[in-house]
């Protein structure tokens, strides 16, 4: 079985412009949580979608968002870009919600770097 | 207070020696627990998942599980290089609004010294 794949690997943007990442579950899986991760803060959740509605949500402003297709695949979109975007953005897919006992498993992610 | 503290190490352990990882975690009902590995410029990869009290024991690895005193450990047995890595704790609660989520701890840095 396909593990979670998530497009592109590395990105390079700038100041002010927006990005869109891409991401999708391993087959079966309904669940798609999304992460940031850096070397100050660690891994933080950005939110987490399932059967197309976003279940829940990290304490991220506005300009982070997302959203779920029919096909349990994933889009994440960042807006307004600032440095501090720089970051690795994990996907991860789940068959159930992610904190109901079901085991979450991540994708390679995308490295973001915002100039 | 953190909801899941990890210490940050790094925690250095020789060569076929048993590494111990342990994990803290403020919510007294969380009901699912999961140990990741992470290696340096990868993502997190699941190794455990525990969910009672007690030992879960996977090949090398051993999950202990201790909600009374609100801690999660992860033993790794004859411990080799390739081990080395970054350990996550993750640990579900619900949140305010009564969704669970899962929060992962700041994760341990483990060296095997050959």
């Known amino acids: 079985k396909a593990g979670v794949t998530q497009t592109p690997r590395y990105l390079i943007k700038t100041r002010g412009q927006q990005v869109t990442l891409s991401c999708s579950p391993i087959?079966?899986?309904?669940?798609v949580s999304w992460y940031q991760q850096t070397p100050g803060q660690g891994l933080q959740f950005l939110f987490e979608y399932f059967s197309e509605t976003q279940r829940n949500k990290g304490n991220f402003p506005g300009r982070f968002s997302g959203r779920q297709f029919s096909n349990s695949r994933s889009e994440m979109n960042v807006s307004t870009l600032e440095l501090g975007d720089s970051a690795l953005y994990l996907c991860a897919s789940s068959f159930g919600l992610a904190g109901s006992s079901y085991e979450q498993y991540f994708g390679p992610g995308t490295r973001l770097t915002v100039t | 207070q953190k909801e899941v503290e990890q210490n940050s190490g790094p925690l250095s352990v020789p060569e076929g020696a048993i590494a111990s990882l342990n994990c803290t975690y403020s919510d007294r009902v969380s009901q699912s627990f999961f140990w990741y590995r992470q290696y340096s410029g990868k993502s997190p990869e699941l190794i455990m998942s525990?969910?009672?009290?007690g030992d879960k024991e996977d090949g090398r690895f051993t999950a202990q599980l201790n909600k009374a005193s609100q801690y999660v450990s992860l033993l790794i047995r004859d411990s080799q290089p390739s081990d080395s890595a970054t350990y996550l704790c993750?640990?579900?609660?619900?949140?305010?609004?009564?969704?669970?989520?899962?929060?992962f701890g700041t994760g341990t840095r483990l060296t095997i010294i050959p």
């Open positions: 525990i969910y009672s009290n």
């Open positions: 993750a640990v579900s609660a619900p949140d305010l609004f009564g969704n669970e989520k899962l929060t």
């Open positions: 087959s079966g899986h309904r669940s």
